[in-house]
Nanobody, 118 residues
Framework: QVKLVESGGGLVQAGGSLRLSCAAS????????MGWFRQAPGKDSEFVAG????????AYADSVKGRFTISRDNAKNTVYLQMNSLKVEDTAVYYC???????????WGQGTQVTVSS
């Protein structure tokens, strides 16, 4: 079992940047694929970005490609989501997720709110 705690959310103007962090407990963090998802009010949860256990393989939703970057530091048991050129439509609660493989996420954090104002 792995426990995930997100941080770094907040209010930012359109065009600005934020970096989300997700700290994981447990000694097996480096064996997990990690991902970020988001859910906007009244909408379904959607995949944002994912990376393999080493960080060598990444995947992004089309809506964030070129603007968001996922990375991880296995020595710190932390995964990051650097978000640049933020848009109002990026407003959502962002969740960190872990799984044995990319696309098969079994563990979830509590989420952090990101609000982008116009």
């Amino acid at each position: 079992q792995v426990k995930l705690v997100e941080s770094g959310g907040g209010l930012v103007q359109a065009g600005g940047s934020l970096r989300l962090s997700c700290a994981a407990s447990g000694r097996t963090f480096s064996s997990y694929a990690m991902g970020w998802f988001r859910q906007a009010p009244g909408k379904d949860s959607e995949f944002v970005a994912g990376c393999s256990w080493s960080g060598g393989r990444t995947a992004y939703a089309d809506s964030v490609k070129g603007r968001f970057t996922i990375s991880r530091d296995n020595a710190k048991n932390t995964v990051y989501l650097q978000m640049n050129s933020l848009k109002v439509e990026d407003t959502a609660v962002y969740y960190c997720a872990a799984g044995q493989t990319m696309g098969d996420y079994r563990h979830w954090g509590q989420g952090t709110q990101v609000t982008v104002s116009s």
